[in-house]
């Protein structure tokens, strides 16, 4: 699987939008964009992926640059609660090994 | 209830005893992962199983084993703990092949004196 680089740690101000970039200049065509997040120790969370278009769900926006070298997730309306370690994964859609890096810690203040 | 359990939650143990830690899913899914984590760092992987027959190698194996007792539980077993095993320990599920979400525990969180 393709190696990403996120930064170490962010912070956002509440009720603006975080915007968490990931680097993943050595992707293959078949692999998909993952994006996780483990708030303080709990087991991590699923939160969107996507393979080169553009993604939304209810919990986030992932935009993927048309080169898919990088991407961004995007939380439109941090709150406290989104204060975590965000993961981006990037891996073949028929390999299970997730493989996690040291992620970004986002911190969202008041 | 969760979909994925873990027990114990909390386990402190010493040099070279052999303890299990035990994953139950009720989701019905064929694949069970376990994971090790170290402060500051991500997750990492030490052993997967696709069905009761299967038993994966990954990243960090050395030290450890597992057993599917069943399509709902997946054992690691740590057969003579030392120190540098003293980790955060998550058991994951996915379903099939292909399948987009790895559903987690709650984490053990283990500390070998």
């Known amino acids: 699987d393709a190696k990403t680089t996120q930064p170490t740690s962010m912070d956002c101000a509440e009720g603006r939008a975080a915007n968490l970039p990931c680097n993943h200049s050595?992707?293959?065509?078949?692999?998909?964009v993952y994006w996780y997040r483990q708030i303080h120790s709990q087991g991590p969370q699923y939160i969107i992926h996507g393979l080169k278009n553009n993604e939304t769900n209810e919990m986030a926006s992932l935009i993927i640059t048309e080169d898919r070298k990088s991407s961004t997730l995007i939380l439109p309306h941090a709150t406290l609660r989104d204060t975590a370690v965000y993961y981006c994964i990037v891996r073949a859609y028929n390999n299970n090994d997730m493989r996690f890096g040291a992620g970004t810690r986002l911190t969202v203040k008041p | 209830d969760a979909d994925v359990t873990q027990t114990p939650r909390n386990r402190i143990t010493k040099t070279g005893k052999r303890i299990m830690l035990e994953c139950s899913q009720t989701?019905?899914?064929?694949?069970m992962y376990w994971y090790r984590q170290d402060p500051g760092l991500g997750l990492r992987l030490i052993y997967y199983?696709?069905?009761?027959?299967?038993?994966n190698k990954g990243e960090i194996s050395d030290g450890y084993s597992v057993s599917r007792q069943a399509q709902a539980k997946f054992s690691l077993s740590l057969e003579s703990a030392i120190p540098n095993q003293t980790a955060l320990y998550f058991c994951a599920t996915t379903g099939n092949q292909g399948a987009i979400e790895q559903f987690f525990g709650p984490g053990t969180r283990l500390t070998v004196l």
């Open positions: 989701k019905g899914h064929d694949r």
């Open positions: 050595t992707i293959s065509g078949n692999e998909y």
């Open positions: 199983s696709f069905d009761v027959k299967d038993i």
